[in-house]
């Protein structure tokens, strides 16, 4: 009962790829989590695929971001790559 998928997700699953091309912008991992609400993804599992696609070179780690004096606060924040935009493109053009 615990499992919501029938087999776990594949490491090359673009549906990650999909949440940060959705926003459109850089993520940190709670905002990653609340865009893969829904999807029937546990959060061990949105983990290990944030750190697969990290590995692939498809998401890159943007940083932090800035307070008024330009000091980084904040949690951690990951994008696409070129690499991740251009598989997310051919994911799209495959469907």
Same mark, same amino acid.
């Given at each position: 009962?615990?499992?919501? *998928?029938?087999?776990?997700?594949? +490491?090359? /699953?673009?549906? $990650? *790829?999909? +949440?940060?091309?959705? &926003? !459109? &912008?850089? $993520?940190?991992? %709670? =905002? *990653?989590?609340? #865009?893969?609400? !829904?999807?029937?993804?546990? $959060? %061990? /599992?949105?983990? =290990?695929?944030?750190? +697969?696609? @990290?590995? +692939? !070179?498809?998401? #890159?780690?943007? !940083?932090?971001? %800035?307070?008024?004096?330009?000091?980084?606060?904040?949690?951690? @924040?990951?994008?696409?790559?070129?690499?991740?935009? =251009?598989?997310? =493109?051919? /994911?799209? $053009?495959?469907?």
């Amino acid at each position: 009962m615990s499992s919501l *998928l029938l087999e776990a997700p594949v +490491a090359t /699953d673009p549906i $990650l *790829l999909h +949440a940060f091309a959705r &926003r !459109g &912008r850089p $993520l940190c991992v %709670s =905002e *990653l989590l609340r #865009a893969m609400c !829904g999807t029937g993804v546990h $959060l %061990s /599992d949105v983990m =290990e695929l944030l750190t +697969a696609e @990290l590995t +692939a !070179g498809r998401v #890159a780690v943007h !940083g932090f971001r %800035s307070d008024e004096r330009g000091r980084p606060f904040g949690p951690c @924040l990951y994008e696409l790559s070129e690499l991740g935009c =251009e598989a997310v =493109e051919a /994911d799209r $053009l495959a469907v």
